[in-house]
């Protein structure tokens, strides 16, 4: 067991944008839902996790308990969750609308299996006509290549489009 230290690399992060109103959802046939919620700390923290273990999430696992309880209270999080017909979780587009008109999509993603079946478009194009419907402006997000591969391509087909890509510093053991 050798110590291990903190290093940085540097990432093209890419910076992307909607400034119209996204398209309409595609048509879904199934028991799935999406239901704007908010979840307690834990169910949220398992949902994180369910998505976000194999992205290598762990912004909000590093949050100290009380300030991630705030933020799921303090109702700038608008959580949409896909659900299957049994309530178990999906995946989730989070977006902070602290500084709204302008909101921020933080997190989207689906659990490995949900992935490869239509869940995705159809809960992101939900969700962002959810929130461009609330009177946003603009909606972005900026995603790296440790996000999932075709994270870029599925934003473009909601309507996204790049505005920026920089060169970043990460760190990670």
């Known amino acids: ?20 109103a996204p398209a309409p959802p595609p048509d ?9 919620e908010v979840p307690a700390r834990a169910a949220y923290l398992d949902l994180y996790r369910g998505v976000g273990e194999p992205l290598r999430w762990d912004q909000r ?5 009380a300030e991630l309880e705030t933020l799921l209270a303090g109702g700038s ?5 896909a659900r299957d017909g049994n309530g178990a979780p999906l995946g989730f ?5 602290s500084a ?3 909101i921020e999509l933080k997190h989207f993603g689906l659990v490995p299996q949900a992935q490869g079946h239509g869940i995705g478009p159809w809960l992101l194009r939900v969700a962002l006509r959810h929130e461009w419907n609330s009177g946003a402006t603009r909606i ?16 473009r087909r909601a309507g996204f489009k790049v505005y920026d890509i920089r060169e970043e510093a990460v760190e990670f053991l």
Do not use: Q, S
């Open 28 to 36: 879904r046939v199934g028991a799935e839902r999406i239901a704007l």
């Open 61 to 65: 696992l590093k949050m100290p308990e």
């Open 77 to 81: 999080l608008h959580i949409h969750a």
């Open 93 to 97: 587009c989070e977006f902070d609308r």
């Open 100 to 102: 709204f008109p302008e």
């Open 1 to 20: 067991m050798g110590n291990r230290t903190a290093r940085e690399e540097r990432l093209p992060v890419t910076y992307m944008e909607l400034r119209e």
């Open 140 to 155: 972005w997000l900026h995603t790296d290549p440790w996000d999932h591969p075709a994270a870029v391509p599925v934003y």
